[in-house]
DNA sequence: CGGAATGTTGATATGCCTCAACTAAAGTGG
DNA sequence: CCACTTTAGTTGAGGCATATCAACATTCCG
């Protein structure tokens, strides 16, 4: 398994040039691993967390609660992703993180993070602009689930995810992991677990994807762009695949 | 009409401390004033801007552009906001900003912007922390356009914008500018126009809110809240009025 | 092997969309 | 200033997609 730091930086250069300098500083931090059960938060909704997260291996998710308990997913994140970099400088937490997976993560505390970015802005900036990408990333899941029927919708969400997947090197022969169930999928697209589940069975019959025990696996990349209406620019890699 | 820099150190100010050095650094910031009208599209979804756009008066919106030509809108922006401060990091737009109203915006060049930030960092903090404050909208817009009904979807957009509109003391006796049409609200809730214009009188009925002729009137504030479940943490200021 | 979690399927209900007509308001030109 | 056009908003009828409820099937796991 890779060390935290090589995820990371692996992560950054997928949108920043990062210079030796800045990639030294990160290996010097001092950071904690940790390991996290499937379901376990990781932060909660209101907690003022002094540490940043960044994904080892496993996938987490960001979510809501609503009111009646129900969730919201908002994002998902593999390795090299730092779910909580907001935390740097929002001090509570307006969402919660976990685990979907059994996943490993790596603590990294404020106060020494935002040390290395005062010595090296250009670090400081390749994190801002990964924040900005999440951004990118929650516009687009506005418009997906907002303005698209429920097939394209799904489909959308499934190029993104394999997309990220692939740039992250976690693709293995058109498949990569997506450890949700279907009620967390309608949780996350906007749909109710029965419509889902007709759904993610209408893919399969097209024979572009198919989601199964955590697994996607893409049989016909380019007919999901299509049906998915997918464009990866708000993805902002430097080097597309 | 306040100056650029005194509208922008107002908004930065209602999630961050400055200090007088980055109060002082904004102020000798050279900056372009424009008049922009209601529909002009300021930056185009593909554009490489070397310019932010700061609004001093005015509303302005970022949206999507659909297949077919339909739009999203995605987010308002008032005085004191920079709406396309990511063009700082992300080369190219992933969306359009235009004006909804008659409106006057400033503009500040990538490269001034960049260098008073590494004098300077607390203030490039600052403008981070502004971004990621976006970032916990544009997740509340996916919770508020996924998952929850139409009413209490639409009450919420109306306490989140009167709510910023105040914090930005853009109010006056209980009612703020809104200047959208019913077939802009729906591209921004994601329902069709018939649905919106419901919508909007059933909220008229009960006497919380009234929206017309591009004026957002607040008459019970207690009750819209409740009605649109709204909790204004996410907007993350420091001094909630 | 039994129990829990997950996924599938069907029947019914409903909220929203589409289409369409119409009203009201605002801007335009004679 | 008034007829004309355009834009914005309202209302209604019908249909469709998705929600809800409920039963059942399947897989996973102890």
Redesign the interface.
Known sequence: MDAWHEVVTKKLSEHSRLLAADIAALERLRVTIRAVEPHQDIVRQ?DRPDVCVAVVKGVLA?Y?T??GG?R?Y?SLHIAGDMPDA?SL????M??SVCALNEAVISLISHASFLKV??QR?TL??AV??D??????I??????N???RPLLTRLAHFFCEQYYRARAAGLTRSGSCSLPLTQTELG?T??VSLPSISRAVQSLRATGCVDLRAGTLQVRDWQRLVALG?FNP??L?LRDPP
Request: hydrophobic letters at 35%.
């Open positions: 209101g960001r809501h609503l009111q129900g919201q908002l907001q400088f929002l001090e509570r307006d969402h970015f005062e802005p400081g900036f801002w602009r924040t900005l990408v999440e951004a990118a929650f516009r687009q899941a506005i418009t689930n907002s303005a949780e697209v906007g209406d620019d708000y902002h």
